[in-house]
């Protein structure tokens, strides 16, 4: 363990020296070698306090504070931009599915107004029809009633007919008993 501890305390020394000697060299140096690593140094202390840099400078709280309310605004903004770009596709789904309902309900009514259409054609040639065996009707009653009438007339000159063949019938044996009673009284005269 104690091994490990020099290992460590070493490896310690060893990078502390060089950050001082790297330290050295910036203070030293002139020109572009001092700017490069004076722009890593601030990079690697802005990292490490969490706020990126803006054109090469440490941002303050504020303008940290500023950027994430920017950022947080445009997800909402991206947020709000997608769910109308779904509800502008759902809109125009269903503006589709409804204009095909809607194209189905007209040809349904064109169907419907013409059958009514003929309908009412039909209607008009069987009320003319109806009307015409209405008339037929009504000549065929006047027909049958005079037939009715004719035929009470019939029945009657009928039951009188017979009743004039009674009396005929019952005529004609009164006048044969006359006559075979004058033929015999006739008869007994000549044989007087």
Do not use: C
């Not at 490990?4 to 030293?28: K, Q, Y």
């Not at 009470?152 to 009743?163: K, N």
């Not at 005529?171 to 033929?183: D, G, V």
């Amino acid at each position: 363990m104690a091994t490990l501890g020099f290992i460590l305390i070493g490896a310690l020394f060893g990078l502390v020296f060089s950050l001082l000697i790297m330290a050295f060299i910036v203070i030293r140096a002139d020109g572009v070698l001092r700017d490069r690593l004076r722009e890593g140094a601030s990079a690697l202390t802005a990292r490490a306090a969490g706020r990126p840099l803006v054109d090469g400078t440490l941002r303050s709280p504020a303008q940290d504070l500023r950027l994430r309310q920017i950022q947080e605004e445009a997800k909402t903004l991206q947020r709000l931009l997608d769910e109308e770009k779904v509800a502008r596709e759902t809109g125009d789904t269903e503006r589709r599915r409804l204009g095909d309902v809607a194209h189905a309900l007209q040809t349904r009514l064109a169907d419907s107004q013409a059958r009514i259409t003929d309908l009412e054609r039909q209607g008009v040639a069987l009320a003319g029809e109806a009307d015409g065996l209405r008339g037929e009707l009504a000549r065929a009653a006047e027909q049958l009633a005079a037939a009715q009438q004719e035929a009470r007339d019939l029945r009657t000159e009928l039951d009188v007919a017979r009743s004039g063949d009674g009396v005929m019938v019952s005529q004609i044996r009164r006048l044969e008993e006359e006559n075979t009673a004058l033929t015999s009284r006739l008869a007994q005269a000549a044989s007087r």
